[in-house]
């Protein structure tokens, strides 16, 4: 089983970037189908970017597309979420998640194992 452990998180500017990491302990991460999710205040959880085992494949969400990178490296059990042009609306606490199997599925409960979260907050 797996643990996962989100970081990376704070305060930016609008139009500045942020990475975070998501370390996973207790098991291979390259095993896994990796995502990242997102939840901002009253809101539901957010699909944000499903990445395959190998590393190969990504799918992101629209509101992200274009602005957000996932990478993993195999060596360090990692996955990275890379945030560029970070807008007021991607405020909200950032998630990864991790899947058996290797479909690359987009919706909450399809993952078994989840970090704890790390905060993202962007200024106007």
């Known amino acids: 089983q797996v643990q996962l452990a989100e970081s990376g998180g704070g305060l930016v500017q609008a139009g500045g970037s942020l990475r975070l990491s998501c370390a996973a302990s207790?098991?291979?991460?390259?095993?896994?189908?990796m995502g990242w999710f997102r939840q901002a205040p009253g809101k539901e959880r957010e699909f944000v970017v499903v990445i395959s085992r190998s590393g190969d494949i990504s799918y992101y969400g629209d509101s992200v597309k274009g602005r957000f990178t996932a990478s993993r490296d195999k060596n360090k059990n990692t996955v990275y979420l890379q945030m560029n042009s970070l807008k007021p609306e991607d405020t909200a606490v950032y998630y990864c998640?991790?899947?058996?199997?290797?479909?690359?599925?987009?919706?909450?409960?399809?993952?078994?194992?989840w970090g704890q979260g790390t905060q993202v907050t962007v200024s106007s």
């Open positions: 207790g098991g291979t991460s390259s095993a896994y189908i």
């Open positions: 998640a991790a899947r058996y199997g290797s479909r690359l599925l987009r919706t909450t409960s399809e993952y078994d194992f």
